[in-house]
């Protein structure tokens, strides 16, 4: 699978880890340009190469923003058209400045990601474990028992697609519902945030079936 990734701090560069090691090819970019991600480049490996933001949004089937959420706005929108991309930021008022609809409750930072891609398919994911427990979590029950990963969309075929890249890096997807309902069960302040929680133990936090 070509997966790219915009965003190359902690949680885009454990992506793109987990993903090269996976098999996938990997386009990683950030806003300063390729040849600031040359080390990073060497250090994964021959299966990920560094790119712009357009470049990486072109490139992936699926596409992962990991990015400050207050850069929402700076997205390549029309090379995202028609792509699952994976909403992996948070809403943070003290780093991305407030924003009223946010501070109300009235929508979630993923829909406001959706309202920003009209064309792109949003799946909120990789937003609630820890960068270094996403690194090192995978696979490390063996496949009886994984940590589960929250996964909320509206968009049934990219949840599908999200799921299925999620189980490939070692975790088990559980499907917290929409970008509306869902988005709020694993934002930040909420039970499941950084609780890092087996499968089975985050479907009953958050309130789903098995």
Known sequence: MRIGLIGAGHIGSTLAYLCAEAGDEVAIANRHGPDTLRDLELDLGRHVHAATPDEAARFGEIVVLAVPFGQYRDLPAAELNGKTVIDASNYYPQRDGRFAELEDGHVTSSELVQWELPGAHVVKAFNAMRWDHLRSYGHSAGANRRYGIPVSADDSDAKWKVFDLVEQLGFEPVDAGGLADGGRKHQPGTPVYTADLWAED?????????
Do not use: N, T
């Not at 985050?202 to 098995?210: H, K, P, T």
């Open 202 to 210: 985050l479907r009953e936090r958050i309130g789903v079936d098995a």
